[in-house]
């Protein structure tokens, strides 16, 4: 086996030897990108010249999406450059090395100065120099000249009274829609400006969707009372159809309540990704990270259907590799509750990838026959994410069992309790302990006893008048 | 050569017959020692024990080895006597936990019917349930959580509608040699040589007392920066670091070859060595190390800290003193890992800045404050460490107070020494 040893290293040497000889060894055509090569300008043949954008706020449009919020004299925008913006930035394709930069400005107007907690927006972001150093080739002679412009475009960390700071964050990667958390800490304050960013370069499912004419206007029937929500809800059908509306195919197991972005926010908060629709480039995509099981985050999920159209919106969480996921669709309803807009979803876990020719990129995902296990993790991270104000379970699918599983179209069994869960969502942060419970039934087991406590808890809580009502204590805050 | 071959025809053999003579055999719980390390925890009528399996022990429990596919089974016990149901949410011990099915589908047989479907039992048997726990009810189970080498931090969060209640526990996890298993603690100073001190001023001053970098191992030379230093009880410190998914490193192997392999693999690969550097004439006494969370990522981008215990005792909490450092990549040079050296961020104070976050936010730190003591350096004109990497500082060191009560990052204090960032 030594002589394995003794070759493998060769090789390991060998492999990384190899592109040190081919690098390095072009002329280098001085230290600072001069004037007339500015961006666009192709670089002298066989020269090293480093020519990033030296204005990017002026070169690149990205600022056209930038958003701005103020609280107690801190003013925060916040823009996040498309891949291809970033390549025109700062020379790179950043986005390939796991990198996003994010344009910050923050203004303070309050007496003391303010730090910005870069580990509370990112723990995993990227000093400049780590970022620079992601794209230095080897005794490149333009290295230095790379880390020189990555510092100087991004931001500092603290804001002195009455100053103003901007720069880039170098934060990570993230496709399609960028969530950046700027956290904002002084003495005795602590802020959080949240910002999401829909990023140009990918095509997402969503978008395809016409949605003023999903249904027309009075084709929505608004429901103003829980009790009159409950029924709704629980004689909507089981489980998604075929295109024509017949058969039996995956459960409808939950519903959400709510502005639909204060519903996709709360999502994204808990690392939900968008998803991109089914054309040749995302099926390719798709295939590949069958075969190499690399993790694909807004890899295309198949279309199933309920009002005889695919899903509106399909959202998954990767875990470490495109075979296991928890994926989600959802579809909005000719419902309202109380003029907000009612979805129903369709959640579960895939446990693994098989290959098959029921879809166009020949791989599909093996589900958790558990469906109720998909449900429960959703409750959970949906519960975390600050978005859900009240939740609870209505009936509508026939129990089933491991013995006595449903089958959907891709011929997998799967069985539940019967209930699905309703989340409501508000525009409002709402603790775990805030949250409010339906007050119709639950699921599991034990479930009569459940209840049965939640209402007491629920009743208390009105008679103490903590629930919907702001207390005395928040009043005098305000004032 | 010969061996070579044989071993190969015997792989491709038993890869032919391995599907049709699948046969699944598990050991019974009971039979299993894990319970031994076994910690329990009492608070507000709720009482949870929590042990994390070795690589071994689920092994032995599941027949499988889990670790292999980056899978933790950690044992927890609730018993809830208080007076209202209560709900274990196991998103916040690990928000990507793994479901029972899944963990089984991923170590099923290729063509093993009945040992798969047997194995899916075995897997949904013993995991815990995630419903609500009546009061006097108890529920056991495992949760099959994302592997953590060598520590590993455990949240059991319960939840009832008007209160959630957290339990906390740290675990070393039997199977990776931590580097500073060596170490004496008791033994590295006399009773003489400890300095004692009570008020903020006399700390500072010891402070100020200690040496600026690290140095060779003869004592000599002038390396990396002395730049963070911890205050507290060394329990509350751990607690903090690994809180925050900090790693140990593993204690340095001869055998290089080996090693070799784990530098060229792209695997993320935690536990790493550290390599040494010496202050008070001695290898660092704790290592600890971040790499960045993300597939295909090495030990090539990780964060490192190194820490001494100093003779300076405050109000009987120990201190410490740390050398932080970011490795941004390796460069190939011919230094002592022949050609393979790491880069460090040069700009040592963003590390600095970095990790003093990372600890705040651990929720464990209570005061915070900034002293002197390292020769203040420029990007012109920088410092070299001993490997003759250029660093720069404004030549201020944090410190750090840790505390095992729950600190809200608004009640921190910050003490009034230098001027500094936060």
Redesign the interface.
């Known amino acids: 086996m030594s002589t394995m040893r003794a070759a493998k290293m060769l090789l390991s040497i060998l492999a990384f030897s190899l592109p040190v000889m081919i690098a390095g060894c072009s002329p280098y055509c001085g230290t600072q990108p001069d004037e007339e090569a500015a961006f666009g300008a192709p670089p002298a043949k066989g020269c090293k010249v480093y020519s990033p954008s030296g204005d990017p706020q002026k070169d690149v449009p990205f600022m056209t999406r930038s958003e701005t919020q103020t609280e107690d004299g801190i003013t925060v925008t916040a823009a996040v450059p498309s891949d291809q913006e970033n390549e025109r930035i700062f020379g790179f394709n950043l986005g390939g090395k796991g990198v996003q930069p994010v344009w910050i400005e923050v203004r303070n107007d309050s007496a003391n100065p303010v730090t910005l907690v870069y580990v509370a927006m990112d723990p995993e972001y990227y000093p400049p120099n780590e970022a620079a150093y992601t794209n230095h080739g080897f005794a490149n002679p333009t290295n230095k000249d790379i880390t020189e412009y990555f510092n100087d475009q991004s931001t500092a960390r603290v804001i002195p009274p009455g100053g103003e700071i901007s720069g880039f964050f170098f934060a990570e990667w993230d496709p399609g829609i960028k969530y950046i958390d700027v956290n904002v800490f002084g003495e005795n304050r602590y802020h959080n400006f949240m910002f999401y960013f829909v990023v140009p370069g990918i095509k997402l499912d969503y978008q395809r969707v016409d949605w003023d004419n999903i249904y027309k206007e009075d084709e929505y029937v608004n429901y103003e009372t829980e009790e009159e929500l409950r029924q709704a809800l629980e004689s909507f059908p089981c489980c998604a159809t075929r295109k024509d509306g017949t058969g039996e195919n995956d459960a409808l197991n939950f519903f959400v309540v709510g502005d639909t972005d204060d519903i996709v926010a709360s999502f994204i908060r808990r690392g939900w990704d968008v998803t991109e629709p089914i054309n040749a480039s995302s099926g390719w995509r798709a295939f590949k990270a069958y075969f190499t099981g690399k993790r694909y985050r807004t890899s295309p999920m198949s279309s199933i259907f309920v009002f005889k159209r695919p899903q509106d919106i399909g959202l998954q969480k990767a875990r470490s590799s495109i075979h296991e996921r928890n994926h989600l669709r959802l579809w909005l309803m000719p419902v309202r509750y109380k003029g907000m807009d009612v979805w129903v979803g369709s959640v579960s876990r895939d446990v693994g990838s098989y290959m098959t020719f029921r879809t166009p990129w020949l791989s599909a995902h093996a589900i958790d026959p558990d469906l109720d296990e998909a449900r429960t993790y959703l409750e959970q991270d949906l519960l975390f994410s600050g978005g859900v104000k009240k939740f609870g379970y209505v009936k509508g699918i026939r129990p089933s069992t491991p013995d006595d599983p449903h089958w959907n179209f891709m011929k997998q069994p799967w069985w539940t309790d019967g209930y699905r869960t309703v989340f409501l969502f508000g525009d409002d942060l709402t603790s775990l302990n805030e949250v409010e419970i339906f007050e119709w039934e639950w699921a599991g087991e034990n479930s009569e006893e459940v209840i049965e406590y939640l209402k007491g808890a629920e009743a208390a809580r009105r008679n103490a008048g903590g629930l919907s009502q702001p207390s005395i204590e928040d009043n005098t805050e305000a004032d | 050569?010969l061996?070579?071959f044989r071993f190969a025809f015997i792989c491709i053999t038993l890869l032919m017959f391995s599907g049709c003579a699948a046969t699944y055999d598990t050991q019974p719980l009971e039979k299993s020692t894990f319970l031994e390390r076994a910690q329990t925890k009492s608070q507000a009528g709720l009482t949870v024990t929590a042990v994390v399996l070795s690589r071994d022990e689920s092994e032995e429990i599941f027949g499988v080895d889990l670790a292999a596919n980056?899978v933790q089974p950690v044992w927890i016990d609730i018993e809830n006597n208080a007076d209202?149901?209560y709900m274990f949410?196991?998103?916040?011990l690990d928000?990507?936990?793994?479901?029972?099915?899944?963990v089984s589908?991923?170590n099923h047989f290729r063509f093993g019917g009945s040992a798969n479907k047997k194995m899916d039992a075995v897997f949904?048997e013993n995991a815990i349930e995630?419903?609500?726990i009546?009061p006097g009810h108890r529920r056991k189970g495992f949760v099959y959580t994302n592997l953590d080498p060598g520590v590993k931090f455990v949240n059991v969060t319960l939840?009832?509608?008007?209160?959630?209640e957290n339990f906390f526990f740290y675990f070393e996890v039997p199977g990776v040699t931590p580097d500073n298993e060596h170490v004496d603690f008791s033994s590295l100073y006399t009773d003489e040589e400890i300095v004692r001190v009570e008020t903020e001023e006399e700390l500072r001053e010891a402070l100020s007392t200690l040496p600026c970098c690290t140095t060779k191992e003869d004592g000599t030379g002038q390396g990396d920066p002395i730049n963070i230093i911890f205050v507290g009880k060394p329990s509350d410190i751990t607690s903090a670091t690994i809180k925050r998914r900090w790693d140990i490193a593993e204690v340095e192997r001869k055998k290089f070859?080996m090693d070799?392999?784990k530098v060229?693999s792209t695997a993320r690969y935690r536990t790493f060595p550290m390599s040494s550097l010496y202050t008070y004439g001695r290898r660092q006494d704790f290592s600890l190390q971040k790499s960045?969370?993300?597939?295909g990522s090495t030990y090539r981008?990780r964060s490192t800290l190194r820490a001494w215990l100093t003779p300076i005792r405050y109000k009987g909490m120990t201190v410490w003193a740390g050398a932080v450092s970011?490795d941004?990549?390796s460069?190939?040079r011919v230094r002592k890992y022949w050609?393979v050296a790491q880069?460090i961020?040069?700009?040592i104070d963003?590390?600095r800045?970095?990790i003093v976050?990372?600890m705040?936010?651990s929720g464990n730190v209570y005061e915070l404050g900034f002293v002197k003591g390292i020769p203040p350096a420029t990007e012109d004109d920088p410092h070299t460490n001993l490997s003759g990497l250029p660093w720069w500082s404004d030549g201020k060191r944090a410190v750090l107070f840790f505390t095992d009560e729950p600190v809200q990052?608004?009640e921190m204090v910050?003490l009034p020494w230098e001027e500094a960032?936060?």
Do not use: C, H
Request: charged residues 30%.
């Open positions: 050569m061996n070579t980056g209202v149901p949410m196991p998103i916040a928000p990507d936990y793994f479901s029972p099915n899944e589908w991923m949904d995630l419903e609500f009546l939840y009832e509608v008007e209160n959630t070859s070799l392999n060229f960045r969370d993300k597939s981008q970011r941004i990549g460069d190939l050609f880069e961020d040069p700009d963003e590390t800045d970095y976050e990372d705040v936010l990052l608004d910050i960032e936060y």
